[in-house]
């Protein structure tokens, strides 16, 4: 059947999916996914929550939109209400856009109007890490470090530099602890800054928990800490971009709690709605909402469909059903029989070098060897062969990686919904065991 839709790879027609049921998608002929992946680390709540179900149904019933230049709304004002009441310390305003990238975009922006309402307007770069995803537009990607994303439009993008990933498994030396690691890898952010020249550098953007470059990367103890100090010291804002690993994806609603410190802008997305609609936003900091109100008092930026009361209805009954039903604690809970299911199962796989994350926030990465961690020739694509055959045994797990551009390594990123169950947890494990021996085998790797 020929289909009119430009799809992301022009080359495969996907199944049609039609129906949800719990953390499965159902397609059109019949054949269930069990979603290990949320899609990409969205569907918090599965597929056919009935508390949002009935959110949408009645906002839509009593006003689907209203455009933010005129107006704001019931459902608008009550979700930023409840994400201010739940926000990490210093954040007092929320501002509402349609997706991930979007709020990158405007935390951006957001930075660098800071600066001129201050009166520093040489203060216009971007430091952020290699290995990294930060979304799909031109500023989104300039920050980003994925450089099979970035490759073919380097020549439209932004100016940003790049500081090494706080990567353990890949990069920590056996002379260093934990510690010390954090903060040799922290301590190129200053060299950066130090670089670039102080006076000249307006913001730091990092993913607390690293998601779709390398599968559930966290920080060591001590790396965010640091980062922080430096930020201070030298006058930068430290945006966090919990896009993918925020609102409860790893076990507290936000990643960066785990960390002990607070960002001056924060990103938030994927898990905000849950997929019933499209939503992201950027929590703002008391500092630079006070100084845009008494500056210029206007945000030089927009979109249509910021604010959306629809989405921000579905946002909030998402929101309110993590908390009524305690569904972090499932989170926590299932996140470690996940971990615990995928080492017994994986611990000594010739081809499997680490297994990690936090919460229902968990990636496997795949090397040659074990014992020097050396990736993959990329040619072989192993996540791509991973991410086909798993969904051909009704499995959706995310993949990502390659070598490129000194850019590690095939992983595969686990974030199933908050609701999953023991049970699910242990199909999830052997549906992907049974794929990773099917793709082993027919690489003559078995
Ligand atoms: N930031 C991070 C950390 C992400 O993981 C993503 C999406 N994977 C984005 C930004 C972009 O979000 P979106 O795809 O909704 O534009």
């Not at 510690?179 to 301590?187: D, I, K, M, T, W």
């Not at 928990?209 to 965010?224: D, E, I, L, Q």
């Not at 993959?376 to 045994?393: E, G, L, Q, S, V």
Request: hydrophobic fraction near 40%; proline fraction near 4%.
């Amino acid at each position: 059947m020929s289909s009119h839709v430009l799809h992301r790879n022009s080359l495969v027609q996907p199944p049609r999916a039609v129906a949800g049921d719990g953390i499965y998608i159902i397609d059109a002929n019949g054949k269930r996914y069990l979603d290990a992946s949320g899609g990409a680390a969205v569907s918090c709540l599965g597929h056919s929550d009935p508390d949002v179900r009935a959110a949408i149904i009645e906002q839509v019933g009593k006003l689907a939109y209203a455009h933010s230049g005129f107006f704001s709304s019931d459902p608008m004002e009550e979700l930023a209400d409840d994400l201010i009441a739940h926000a990490p310390a210093g954040m007092e305003k929320v501002y509402f856009v349609s997706g991930g990238s979007e709020a990158v975009e405007a935390a951006l922006k957001m930075a660098r109007q800071y600066f001129l309402e201050l009166g520093e307007p040489d203060r216009k770069f971007v430091i952020a890490r290699r290995q990294s995803y930060h979304g799909n537009t031109l500023g989104a990607l300039s920050v980003g470090g994925n450089m099979w994303r970035r490759r073919q439009f380097e020549p439209l993008l932004i100016d940003a530099s790049h500081v090494s990933p706080c990567y353990a498994y890949r990069d920590q030396q056996a002379n260093e602890t934990a510690e010390q690691y954090g903060l040799r890898v922290a301590n190129e952010l200053e060299e950066a800054i130090l670089t670039l020249g102080t006076g000249r550098v307006a913001a730091f953007v990092a993913e607390p928990v690293v998601g779709a470059t390398s599968g559930a990367v966290a920080a060591v103890p001590g790396y965010f800490k640091r980062i922080r100090e430096i930020c201070d010291r030298y006058g930068v804002l430290l945006i966090l971009d919990e896009v993918m690993c925020g609102m409860g994806r790893t076990g507290t609603l936000h990643a960066i709690e785990q960390e002990g410190i607070s960002g001056d802008l924060q990103t938030i997305a994927k898990g905000l709605g849950a997929g019933y609609q499209p939503i992201g936003a950027v929590l703002v900091s008391g500092k630079i909402d006070r100084a845009i109100a008494s500056g210029s008092g206007f945000f030089q930026h927009g979109h249509t469909y910021q604010g959306h009361a629809t989405a921000c209805a579905a946002a909030l009954a998402t929101q309110r059903a993590i908390r009524d039903r305690d569904l972090l604690a499932n989170v926590n809970i299932q996140g470690e029989n996940l971990q615990n299911a995928l080492t017994a199962q994986f611990a000594n796989h010739p081809y499997i070098g680490d297994i990690r994350g936090r919460g229902l926030f968990r990636g496997v990465e795949f090397v040659a060897d074990r014992a020097t961690k050396e990736p993959f020739d990329p040619a072989r694509k192993i996540n791509a062969k991973i991410k086909k055959t798993a969904f051909a045994n009704g499995l959706m797990c995310y993949p990502m990686g390659g070598t490129i551009d000194g850019q590690l390594g095939d992983h595969v990123l686990f974030a199933p919904p908050y609701i999953v169950s023991d049970e699910q947890i242990g199909d999830i494990v052997s549906l992907f065991a049974k794929t990773v021996d099917q793709v082993f085998a027919a690489e003559g790797l078995a």
